[in-house]
């Protein structure tokens, strides 16, 4: 049976879900905090520039040679085994810690519609109800994505209407006021977060029709769309309590200016809507990277199985049993968004490097991609998106705590003993290295290649 796949509406919706999500409700109020109330929309305003920036490497990556697993396939194939094991490692623990960050919001916002429900248990209870509809495959995944962005955009958008007239501070005021530039760099660090979830497009390319095309123009449009809801949202949460310092969430601001039945609909249909639709593209996006390495052996072969569905439920399951015995150890959602900051700035641009061998190990595919850009402003570009990465990461480490940077040294700690071991055991067992298997060809691209070198030969 032909394996189905999203197209593009579905795609769009798809990726529009993914970066509304739990980030806004969780980043917002932490990012408010740090740049100010009057800061915060420029400061998105700011965020969007840099997450198009940063993402231009990826959009060429999967414009030329698609591939779920993304960043993944290209470091192990383009560029070394060894920077494509790392950068599997930083992928597993920031799914599992985004995974996290949902779930602790939403928990959050479902204990105020139900006070009885202990915050652990809604956190565990949509995780695992969430990895049972992704286990059902892409298909069912999309359309549960499909009706929930719809409510999800009517909710946001009673917010921001419904606010406007509420505001005491005028617009003009929120976007002229003066900002500290170390401020203005750590809230971006932060509120980056919010706004890059379209990449979950580009790590899930093979469940796409014509993903070459497809990734690039829905991550576009899903993006730009987003980045103007959130400057409103933004406006309207400041415009409505000036007084910023008591932000702690959306919820309570909405509930100043919304009668009680439509602040019910802005939490179940909105909050809690926008959550379940980034743990839905997440788990998708995540499980196809545990998905890929597993296939070269890094991980445990049982990852690498597809159920009926075609789905990969061992690698969807990975990643949220991991998420759940982090929420019932009792990590706190501000530990989770930081954390997760941390590996997404300064770690996961390594895979930028790929773009910088992509003409010379596929130059035929790469001179027929979609986005025809020349190379020598692509290499200019990631530079670029590599500086910014780590400048805004330089900025965010210092919101970080003692505790954290323990937490990330035992697990990078643990990261290289597992995979000297895991080496050795293939090795012992099943008679091959795994760093060589990563370094073999993947027959798509080889088409791929194939197929645009006769095109440019007619």
Known sequence: MEKQ?????????????????????????????????????????????????????EMILVSALPASGGSYMYLTRLVHPVMGTWDAFNELAVGVLKIGTMALTFST???????????????????????????FGIKFSSTVQ???????????????????????????????????????????????????????LYYSADDIENPGKTVPIAYLVSTLAVAVVYGLMAYVTVGVQPEWWDIDNMATIAEKFMS?????????????????????????????????????????KKIFETNKHG??????????????????????????????????????????FSVFMLPKK??????????????????????????LSVVLGYYVLFEMAPHNWIMMICYYIFAIGYT???????????????????????????EMEEQAKASANK
Not at 10 to 25: E, N, Q, T, Y
Not at 113 to 119: G, H, R
Not at 336 to 342: A, E, P, S
Not at 433 to 446: S, V
């Open 5 to 57: 796949k999203m197209n593009l509406f579905s795609s769009i919706l798809m990726a529009i879900g993914s970066i509304i999500g739990a980030s806004v409700f969780a980043s917002t109020p932490i990012a408010i905090k740090i740049i100010g109330g009057n800061g915060i929309v420029i400061g998105f305003i700011c965020a969007a520039l840099f997450v198009f920036l940063r993402s231009i490497p």
């Open 109 to 135: 916002y479902f204990c105020m519609l139900v006070p009885a429900c202990p915050d652990w248990l809604a956190a565990c209870a949509c995780i695992v109800l969430f990895t049972i509809i992704s286990c």
């Open 146 to 200: 499909n009706v929930c962005v719809v409510i999800l955009l009517i909710a946001l958008g009673i917010y921001i209407i419904g606010g406007w007239g509420a505001t005491v501070v005028s617009f003009k005021e929120v976007v002229t006021s003066t900002i500290e530039l170390g401020s203005l760099w750590a809230a971006m660090g932060i509120m980056h977060g919010s706004l890059i979830g379209a990449n979950a």
């Open 260 to 300: 009680p039945a439509v602040w019910i609909f802005f939490i179940a249909g909105g909050a809690l809507l926008a959550i379940v639709t980034s743990i839905n593209s997440a788990m998708m996006m995540f499980s196809r990277i545990n998905f890929a390495a597993a296939r070269d052996g890094l991980f445990p």
């Open 311 to 352: 789905a990969p439920a061992a690698s969807l399951w990975l990643n949220s049993i991991l998420a759940i015995v982090l929420i019932l150890a009792g990590f706190n959602l501000d530990d989770v968004v930081k954390v997760t900051t941390i590996p997404g700035l300064l770690l996961l641009p390594i895979a930028f």
């Open 362 to 387: 596929y130059p035929h595919a790469y001179s027929a991609r979609f986005i025809r850009t020349p190379h020598s402003l692509n290499c200019i570009l990631t530079v670029a998106a590599i500086v």
């Open 420 to 446: 000297i071991i895991r080496r050795n055991y293939v090795k012992k067992n099943d008679g091959y290295d795994i760093f060589e298997k990563m370094k073999e060809t993947y027959q798509p691209w080889e």
